[in-house]
């Protein structure tokens, strides 16, 4: 029912001539093919070389590299590496604020009278589900 709302709001927005919000889409607007923006474009950007903050990064980072006798990978381990998946994984117990969560709801459950029910609502919820929805047209805030 959920697919079926999405395409019926598609359509109808399609029908209204309704332009999607150009953040959304990869998809020029029509309106950006039919007419000039209205500013210029593609226009010569001069290349000033890089940031000088950029340069000093690189100048440290090659100090380091030099200082530690160790290059920075910074692609990570080859695809064909195989780690091992068959260590031990030491058990130190329940975690200090779990235990002082669980000793806090506790106590706020037996204070109040009421159990928290952590599960959600039942499958058959009572409330009205998949009903119609109006469409207004987009919001003029927008």
Not at 26 to 33: E, I, Y
Not at 81 to 91: G, K, L, Q, R
Not at 114 to 119: E, G, M, T
């Amino acid at each position: 029912m959920f697919s079926k709302t999405i395409l019926a709001s598609l359509a109808a927005s399609c029908v209204e001539g309704i332009n999607r919000e150009p953040l959304l889409s990869r998809l020029p607007l029509k309106s950006m093919q039919e007419k000039d923006p209205g500013y210029p474009m593609d226009y010569f950007v001069p290349n000033f070389g890089p940031d000088r903050d950029v340069v000093a990064t690189q100048n440290h980072l090659a100090q380091q590299e030099v200082t530690h006798k160790h290059k920075l990978d910074l692609e990570g381990p080859p695809k064909s590496a195989e780690w091992p998946t068959d260590y031990a994984v030491p058990s130190f117990g329940q975690d200090r604020d779990v235990s002082s969560t669980l000793k806090h709801l506790a106590t706020a459950e037996g204070k109040l009278g009421h159990k928290l029910d952590l599960v959600g609502p039942p499958k058959s919820a009572e409330w009205p589900m998949d009903y119609a929805v109006p469409n207004f047209g987009p919001d003029r805030d927008i």
